[in-house]
């Protein structure tokens, strides 16, 4: 009963703690500020997750999860197209509202390379879950990978959303250019 | 070169070696000496701080990328495909440049420092549109091809950081570039 508890409180708090490093970045994330933001303590959060850089794992993983979640949904219907798929993906990327999301993915990343060892998983998992989502195909589905994440980092660093979507419309009608003759499909 | 040039880029050699093994973020506390062999009095004589230092690797390997661009551009032997494919190899030849520059981005998200030099305008779009519209493309469509054809390098040069799997990667933009070619076909029309 008490390991029920402990697991729903540590769920609940983790949305919350989710929210707000979405909202202010990896940048000088400090313990005591979020703990006063999310009604906790340094010592609560500490009790939950082990330590800041297990806290900041907990939430990559629980921010990558939410978003697959969103996807999946967004494309699961099998009358939808590939081209339409693609165009709905990007358009929930590359709005405005989706930009605290790619930002932290960016820190993360770029943390990451730099100490692997901060955030385990996180380097693999950013690119094999996204592949398994993009296409049963790897090959596929690693050159859909590459063009969302560059059309992303064009749109974080330059903002120059006409011009990126301009080519992500060319982009997402060439896929067909890529999709196996027979037995293509989604994965699930 | 002059004296001064040839010794600034043999710091730079040094520092970028010693990046590439310890990160970039450890650069910030560093001492001199163990970056490049030398007192801080002497690095201040090339760079006035770790942030310029951080400029002066990306700016080069920037030039670097782009001399064999331009290189590439100017043979007329070559299609765009296999000029596509050769600047790849390039990307993935020159792979700690490529991770110092996705470090550096990170931070420059919230760093108006590092903002200034990684998200400067490159002028990329200014030397490949010119050869897509001599071959035919309208001037929407030669932008259109050069933004998606810089992202896939990019985007394919995180997952190769990332994940260190070149088999899969290059599998990959082996197929990308077979589909580019067709692609770019269709948009000379």
Sequence with gaps: ?188 | MDADLQQRNRHLDLIGAWIAKHGLAALASASAEDVAGVSEDELREFFDSREDIVAALIARDRTFHREQLAKLLADPTLTNTQRGRSMWQHYVDAENGMRLFFEAYGIALHDEQYGRFIFGADDWFAMIDPVLERQGMSSGNADAFATLFIAVIRGAMMDLCATGNRGRVNAAMEMWFAASEILEKKLEQ
């Design chain 1, 1 to 188: 009963m008490t390991r029920t508890v402990d697991l729903e409180s540590r769920a609940r708090l983790l949305e919350r703690v989710s929210e707000y490093v979405v909202k202010h970045g990896l940048h000088d994330l400090s313990l005591r500020p979020l703990a006063q933001a999310v009604d906790s303590s340094p010592r609560m959060l500490l009790y939950h997750f082990g330590s800041k850089e297990e806290l900041v794992a907990a939430v990559l993983r629980r921010t990558r999860e939410r978003q697959m979640e969103m996807f999946e949904k967004m494309c699961g219907s099998d009358l939808m197209t590939e081209q339409a798929m693609h165009g709905a993906v990007w358009a929930t990327m590359s709005d405005p509202k989706f930009a605290p999301y790619m930002i932290l993915f960016f820190e993360a990343y770029s943390i990451a390379l730099r100490d692997p060892k901060r955030f385990p998983g996180f380097l693999e998992n950013a690119v094999e879950d996204w592949l398994s989502f993009l296409s049963p195909d790897r090959t596929i589905a690693t050159i859909k990978l590459a063009g969302y994440r560059g059309f992303m980092l064009d749109l974080a660093a330059t903002g120059d959303r006409k011009r990126i979507t301009a080519a992500v419309e060319v982009w997402v009608d060439s896929l067909e250019l890529l999709t196996p003759k027979k037995g293509h499909r989604r994965a699930q």
